[in-house]
């Protein structure tokens, strides 16, 4: 018929009609299919993430928290009360001359079923001037019957008072920033059955004002 087309000879290069592929490996760049490319790009993208850090998980947030709010912090649970500036605390603590003490009180609780002593690393001072960053406390003591470095027993929360020196009385600050140390349950002993807990971070922080007792003795 007249109005037939002469179909193309095997080998022609006459082109063909627009084909539609059948799914996204069908298409090739540079020979390879697509999902291919994707894989690798995104093999790289994995490797320079991990490179810088992409790929650690990010530290969780510290909570800001006020005073007189219990703080759960592993083996103790910690609720700092106030902070006071004093001339001294003899004959338990003494600051140098011409300097004063800063005291930190807070109630602490045992929550695991065995007592133990608090850390020195438990409370810590933070951007105090005169004071440098890291600084351990002087000492720590029950209030209540004026123990240094006292055990406490599970389930029986203590006022414990945390000291540090200040080197000058007359350079109290007006406030103080305070964090409170997280500890997890590492392991046990086979030998001792003690058991050993490790520094996981910062339970929580706070900002507590300074109630200046020098003042009154002036």
Do not use: C
């Not at 022609?12 to 090739?28: R, Y």
């Not at 894989?39 to 993430?49: E, F, P, W």
């Amino acid at each position: 018929m007249a109005d037939e087309k002469t179909p193309s000879p095997r080998g022609s290069s006459a082109p063909e009609q627009d084909k539609q592929p059948e799914s996204l490996e069908e298409i090739k760049l540079r020979g390879r299919p697509i999902r291919t490319w994707a894989l690798g790009i995104g093999a790289v993208g994995l490797a320079i993430s991990a490179a810088f850090g992409g790929l650690q998980k990010a530290p969780a947030e510290v909570p800001d928290v006020q005073p007189g709010t219990a703080i759960a912090a592993g083996q103790f649970e910690v609720t700092v009360d106030r902070v006071v500036a004093v001339k001294d605390l003899d004959p338990v603590f003494k600051p140098d001359p011409g300097g004063a003490l800063l005291v930190v009180v807070a109630k602490i609780k045992v929550t695991d079923d065995r007592g133990d002593f608090p850390d020195s690393s438990l409370l810590q001072l933070v951007d105090v001037p005169g004071i440098p960053a890291g600084e351990r406390p002087l000492g720590i003591a029950n209030m209540r019957d004026n123990t240094t470095n006292p055990m406490l027993q599970p389930e029986q929360p203590e006022q414990v008072i945390y000291v540090w020196k200040l080197p000058k009385a007359t350079e109290v600050p007006s406030e103080v920033k305070l964090e409170v140390e997280k500890t997890t349950l590492e392991k046990e002993s086979k030998l001792t059955h003690n058991r050993i807990w490790l520094t996981e971070g910062v339970a929580g922080k706070l900002t507590v004002k300074v109630k200046n007792n020098l003042k009154a003795r002036r």
